[in-house]
């Protein structure tokens, strides 16, 4: 089927599945996004969060299940200097990728080495090659043609699996399946843009939207695209601030960010003269100090006092958004309800987290997107009760925007268009 005249692609239209090819001792190269957090020294370093690396498990598995003969390859931070490798290097998560698979990692140096070439053909069966970061690569940041030129001379097949990176035009991401014939996504993306997408296109109503997280410029985009078809926003984290202050109350030393005052306002005009329903907090955790708090302490708005600021939202406010989920049939959340790296502060990101994963068990259908969300529900132990936790980060937001994401437009195989008959 085509597209239909003048229209372009969307979703997964024109994109390959990996089941879609025959694996069979072909040589497959899957770039996947493997850049987890780690926590210690060069030469001890330990991962803290494996999501990715799991989230990246199902389609391997199934490649080395039809017997593929594989190279992996992932980025991992924002190595700058040789000295930075001892770093960034893959080394941890080549140890958690064997041990999840229960198979032999093999940790190629120098992806333009001749080691691949040399190693594929008598690889064995439970043996894979994972490059190094493709990043110490000074060709992978800039889409340059000689680092795929090089990757696309060893592989048969491409697969793209890496969602969370696919927002970047980068060597191994853009240039490099476009030089494959045989190229496709792995079940991580389809699960992405099939869950993303049910946002978009057709999401049951009543759907209702947390928002929450760092600032309001940074969702001013996600907000716009999406406005249209959410019935009720809850909003909470720093953002709620600037629209608490949009609206003339207090909000002492609360972030606030004063050049978005009049989006804020305007906004909930817009939302309020479509008769859908915003909700702002009505109580707050706040307290003297961001860094040190103390002092720590619940109250109603609109009363935070000159010298406090509000790190989460209140118990009233919990119960209130508790209450909204659980009459909507889909949820998406963006953006933590407080400062929830700290106990004091989590409370509320944990509620909003138990009630998306009750929602989903009643039937309904909850979404998360934003490292950091996905990071609040993880910590919650509530992650596996919900519909999908995207793995994205900037990559969900970017594809909620109606942006076009580098890693999926230069996987789409167009069919050569048929000239339309008048
Ligand atoms: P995401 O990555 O999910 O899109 P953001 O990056 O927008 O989320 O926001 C996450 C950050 O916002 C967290 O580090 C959290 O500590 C911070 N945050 C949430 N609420 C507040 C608040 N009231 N004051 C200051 N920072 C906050
Ligand atoms: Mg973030």
Not at 7 to 12: D, M
Not at 29 to 36: E, H, S, T
Not at 41 to 49: A, S
Not at 349 to 377: C, H, M, P, R, W
Request: proline share 5%; charged share 25%; glycine share 10%.
């Amino acid at each position: 089927m085509s597209a239909g005249f003048g229209k372009s692609f969307s979703g997964l239209q024109g994109i390959k599945s990996i089941e879609d090819f025959d694996l069979k001792d072909q040589k497959v190269f899957i770039r996947l996004d493997l850049n987890v957090p780690m926590k210690g020294e060069p030469g001890n370093l330990e991962i803290t969060d494996d999501t990715r690396i799991r989230a990246a498990i199902p389609t391997l598995k199934y490649a080395m299940e039809k017997g593929a003969k594989l190279v992996l390859a992932s980025h991992l931070g924002r190595p700058e200097t040789p000295e930075d490798r001892p770093k960034y290097t893959l080394e941890p998560v080549a140890a958690r990728l064997g041990e999840l698979l229960g198979c032999e990692v093999i940790l190629i140096e120098e992806p333009t080495s001749d080691a691949p070439k040399a190693l594929l053909p008598v690889l064995k069966p439970k043996q894979i090659l994972l490059l190094e970061n493709v990043r110490f690569e000074k060709g992978e940041t800039k889409n340059a043609s000689e680092l795929a030129n090089v990757i696309a001379s060893y592989t048969d097949i491409y697969i793209n699996d890496a969602f969370g990176a696919s927002h970047r035009a980068h060597s191994t991401i853009d240039a490099l399946p476009r030089l494959i014939a045989k190229r496709g996504c792995g079940f991580l993306i389809k699960k992405e843009i099939e869950n993303l997408g049910m946002l978009m296109d057709g999401p049951k109503k009543p759907f209702l939207t947390v928002m929450g997280g760092a600032k309001v410029s940074d969702k001013i985009k996600v907000i716009e695209s999406m406005m249209e078809k959410i019935d009720t926003f809850l909003v909470g984290g720093a953002m709620a601030y600037t629209f608490l202050a949009a609206q003339g109350l207090g909000v002492g030393k609360s972030r606030v960010e004063k050049d978005k005052l009049s989006f804020a306002r305007d906004l909930i005009k817009r939302i309020e003269s479509r008769g859908k329903k915003i909700l702002l907090p009505i109580d707050h955790i706040i307290a003297d100090d961001f860094l040190a708090p103390t002092k720590i302490e619940t109250v109603d708005t609109p009363s935070i006092p000159e010298d406090r600021l509000g790190l989460d939202i209140g118990p009233k406010t919990r119960e209130l958004y508790r209450k909204e989920i659980e009459r909507a049939k889909t949820v998406f959340w963006n953006g933590p309800m407080g400062v929830f790296e700290r106990p004091e502060f989590a409370k509320g990101s944990f509620g909003i987290a138990e009630a998306l994963a009750t929602l989903a068990q009643n039937g309904g259908v909850s979404v998360v997107g934003g490292g950091d969300s996905a990071a609040a529900a993880e910590a919650s132990g509530f992650a596996d009760k919900m519909t999908h936790i995207s793995t994205g980060g900037g990559a969900s937001l970017e594809y909620l925007e109606g942006a076009k994401l580098p890693g999926l437009e230069a996987l789409r195989i167009v069919r050569e268009s048929v000239a339309p008959t008048f």
